[in-house]
């Protein structure tokens, strides 16, 4: 399996537009974060996890050509804003398939309606086959996902377990019934903002204390922002089997 960090940032990105914060202002590349978002590869199967404003220019950076589908996380706008940019897709493959909570789905319907609408459709607009997700385990070509239920602030949040590897974004609280779920990683992914603590976000203290819960092998933090640090410096202080992802960083499990 292979997986492709699209984008490490929190909702702004970074740099944020107009900001002279000295992380924004750096030249090292692993400190330009685009909206979160993996890419997860196995086999000839490829699946994308969200699709952020900045969806268009990761898939092309990415060299992506083909998806076989789309999993959302949540219907946040640094998630979902990119789904108008399935097109291409849309025209080369047919209908993309989408995953979702039945709560995202309704969201999306509202706030891209032409892309759901059944009659007097515009040509232009593309189409997707729904599948709603609860919390229970369902197959990608054979391959069991295992959704883990966690919550934003009050807003409730999926993460999901592919075999050895997990993704997890914008949590705040997990229950130990949803940790249980997530023994004998390879690797997790889980979000850390910032140092100072969040409403709806973990930050770097408490990640480190998921990750700790967690015990998988190696863990990378993702959904960062600027308020984290350079990735140099905050890297080095971090536990040794704990890392901070960045744009375009790829790894095999
Ligand atoms: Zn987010």
């Not at 706008?77 to 309704?106: N, T």
């Not at 385990?137 to 391959?143: I, Q």
């Not at 409403?199 to 998921?210: D, G, K, Q, V």
Request: glycine share 6%.
């Amino acid at each position: 399996m292979k997986i492709t960090f699209l984008g490490t940032g929190t909702s702004q990105g970074i740099p944020i537009i107009g900001s002279e914060h000295p992380v924004c202002l750096s030249e090292d590349k692993r400190d330009k974060r685009l909206r979160v978002s993996v890419l997860i590869e196995w086999d000839d199967h490829i699946y994308v996890v969200d699709c952020g404003p900045d969806f268009r220019y990761q898939m092309l950076r990415a060299k992506c050509k083909r998806i076989d589908g789309i999993i959302f996380t949540h219907e946040h706008s640094d998630h979902v804003l990119g789904f108008d940019d399935i097109r291409p897709f849309y025209f080369r493959q047919g209908d993309i398939p989408i995953y979702a909570h039945k709560r995202v789905v309704k969201e999306l319907k509202k706030r891209f309606d032409y892309i759901f609408e059944t009659e007097n459709k515009y040509p232009g607009a593309p189409t997707v086959t729904v599948n709603k997700i609860k919390n229970k385990p369902f197959k990608l070509h054979g391959l069991e996902v295992v959704p883990i239920s966690g919550k934003h602030d009050n807003l409730q949040v999926f993460g999901f377990r592919f075999h050895d590897f997990a993704y997890l974004t914008d949590m705040k609280t997990v229950k130990d019934k949803e940790i249980q779920k997530l023994k004998n990683l390879k690797v997790l992914v889980v979000n850390a903002l910032r140092l100072e603590p969040h409403r709806s976000h973990f930050n770097l203290e408490e990640a480190l204390l998921f990750i700790a819960k967690v015990n998988p092998e190696k863990a990378y933090l993702t959904h960062i922002s600027h308020l984290l640090g350079f990735h140099k410096e905050v890297e080095k202080k971090l536990p040794e089997n704990v890392f901070l992802a960045y744009d375009e960083l790829q790894i095999t499990i």
